[in-house]
């Protein structure tokens, strides 16, 4: 199965990632981060060694990046961690 976690190098997305390399090892986990201020590759390091870990930089808000994810990975699954931790970073401004 395609596991795409969107925000695995953040903190509880990389839990996951590692949660998910360790309980289903047939599985292939694609994590996709636009890697802004909550995301961390260093928290990715050991699952970068996995051949079953993908690591593709890109940002759930650009539809081009979504769509060619979603071309070349074909995702069974997808989970959802990719969010801004700061409320007033999540609200638009008018």
Request: some cysteine; glycine content about 8%; proline content about 3%.
């Amino acid at each position: 199965m395609n596991i795409v976690v969107t925000g695995g190098a953040g903190f509880i997305g990389s839990n996951f990632v590692y949660y998910q390399l360790e309980k289903h090892p047939e599985d292939k986990i694609i994590c996709f981060d636009a890697l802004t201020y909550a995301g961390n590759m260093e928290t990715l390091a050991e699952a970068m060694e996995n051949p079953s870990f993908v690591f593709v930089k890109g940002d759930i808000a650009d539809q081009g990046d979504v769509e060619g994810l979603f071309s070349r990975y074909k995702p069974d699954v997808i989970v959802n961690f990719a969010a801004e931790s700061h409320v007033d970073l999540s609200l638009i401004h008018i």
